[in-house]
């Protein structure tokens, strides 16, 4: 090698070195934007891969009101995530069935789950108060009582022996009183009776005279039109016209006295929610709140058009429920609070909570709500 050379060759190893850092650096430039636009593997300006999350649900898939619940709240999760948390809904029986959707989220077989706490009495008593008490909480009134009245942090208590979070995650409004083959002219039409009819509902149903059966919502229709039930109970209008119920009953009666404000909650896997970072988690949770108040923002909007479609066009035949039977199955309900809160002790913890906090709500709203909507019939 010349002395020329030797001179210049650590000058030509640098340029080098340069030149080959310009590649890089373009190299991964032109990766960054190829993924970006792809909208897969990693996000543009986000850290970390993309967070792909199941979630199961007691609803038929896409079902209005009770199914799209889940859906748009995956949708809303995708766009307030920039994509980085994305969610897949499975509907009733696509992974697990109905009923299956606690434990499949205890386990971690799924995320998250949708359902309603009413469904899982049988591993834990106290659940019925955060779906539907009935002549309890109006969807207002547990709204209160869960986020400003301590009942979610006794719902997240009782939940965590199952490694689960839960979240309110949408609510009915005041529900109808159901479908019958049958009119319900006094307390004696109630024995040998035999309707669907979840959580306690159900077991003041059967204190009154009648059996109550619990089913998932697909197997209703089928159910009461080949006599293995007499009645059926499921949401309202806009829900059971959706399920084709007013094809196989011809009576429609209110009101929903077994669920006045019927909440529905999102489970989430506490180990899948604390692997996610807290803008993620935060996300999650708010999320839900929106969904809370969504869905019932739909009900209120639908019901009275599915209603009068029910009566006009279908020839249903709207009935109320005579007044010895509320005042029966009220008295039926009193009996069944007070055996389960001696029969479980968080239940009487939970019960108490909630006892005191609808004495409170219910004395303002007999000069609030009750008494506006009162003082709006008079003309």
Avoid: C
């Avoid at 889940?70 to 809303?76: H, K, L, Y």
């Avoid at 969807?139 to 309110?168: D, K, S, T, V």
């Avoid at 109550?212 to 009461?224: H, R």
């Avoid at 196989?248 to 529905?264: F, I, M, N």
Wanted: overall charge negative; glycine content about 10%; aromatic content about 10%.
């Amino acid at each position: 090698m010349s002395k020329f050379e030797r001179s210049y060759s650590p000058l030509i190893i640098l340029g080098l070195l340069a030149a080959l850092v310009v590649v890089v650096a373009l190299w991964a430039l032109d990766r960054a934007a190829t993924t970006a636009g792809s909208g897969t593997q990693r996000q543009a300006g986000v850290p970390g891969e993309v967070i792909a999350w199941k979630l199961v649900t007691t609803w038929p898939k896409n079902f209005p009101g009770l199914g799209l619940g889940p859906e748009n709240f995956a949708r809303i999760v995708k766009e307030m995530s920039n994509g980085r948390l994305s969610i897949h809904v499975y509907g009733a029986g696509e992974v697990v069935p109905a009923f299956g959707v606690f434990d499949a989220v205890s386990r971690g077989v799924a995320e998250m789950g949708h359902g309603a706490a009413y469904y899982w009495t049988g591993k834990i008593p106290a659940a019925v108060f955060f779906s539907a008490i009935p002549f309890g909480f109006t969807a207002q009134e547990i709204n209160a009582w869960l986020h400003y009245g301590g009942g979610l942090e006794l719902w997240r208590e009782i939940y965590a022996p199952f490694n689960l979070i839960p979240l309110a995650g949408g609510n009915s409004g005041v529900q109808m009183g159901g479908w019958f083959n049958k009119e319900i002219n006094s307390v004696e039409d109630l024995k040998g009776l035999k309707m669907r009819m979840p959580g306690l509902g159900g077991e003041v149903l059967t204190r009154a005279g009648g059996t109550a059966v619990t089913l998932p919502g697909s197997e209703l229709y089928t159910s009461l039109q080949t006599g293995v039930i007499d009645a059926t109970e499921w949401v309202g209008p806009y829900n059971d016209r959706a399920l084709g119920l007013h094809q196989v009953a011809r009576y429609y009666y209110y009101p929903g006295w077994h669920e006045p404000g019927s909440t529905l909650e999102f489970i989430v896997n506490r180990d899948a929610y604390e692997s996610l970072p807290a803008d993620l988690q935060a996300i999650v949770t708010h999320a839900a709140r929106a969904i809370n108040q969504d869905m019932l923002d739909e009900f209120t909007a639908r019901n009275n058009a599915a209603l009068q479609d029910l009566i006009d066009n279908h020839g249903v035949q709207l009935r109320k429920f005579p007044d010895d039977v509320i005042v029966r199955l009220h008295q039926s309900t009193e009996e069944a609070l007070r055996d389960l809160a001696a029969s479980d002790p968080l239940a009487k913890r939970v019960y108490a909570s909630y006892k005191d906090f609808l004495e409170k709500v219910t004395r303002y709203h007999h000069i609030s709500e009750q008494a506006y909507i009162n003082a709006r019939d008079l003309k």
